[in-house]
C-alpha cells in the first residue's frame, strides 16, 4: 500500500511539472482577440502589450 502511494504522488507531481513545462503564459498577462483591429490582432487585457499572428505564448512586456 505504501508503495502505491508514493507512486500516485510521483505521477502527480510528473503531471504537473510537465503541465506547466508546456505553458509560458505568465499570470499576469491575459490574452484578448481584438477583431476590430484585424482578424489576428492579440491585446493583453494586463499591461497593454500587442502582438499579430498566433497567441503570443510569452509575455511581451516591455521591462
Same mark, same amino acid.
Do not use: H, K
Given at each position: ?8 504522488? !510521483?505521477? !502527480? ?51
Amino acid at each position: 500500500m505504501p508503495i502505491l502511494l508514493i507512486l500516485l504522488a !510521483v505521477s !502527480v507531481f510528473l503531471y504537473l511539472w510537465l503541465s506547466r513545462r508546456n505553458s509560458s503564459l505568465t499570470r499576469a498577462c491575459r490574452w484578448r482577440l481584438d477583431r476590430s483591429v484585424a482578424p489576428d490582432f492579440w491585446r493583453c487585457a494586463a499591461c497593454g502589450a500587442t502582438a499579430q499572428g498566433d497567441e503570443p505564448r510569452d509575455c511581451l512586456r516591455q521591462q
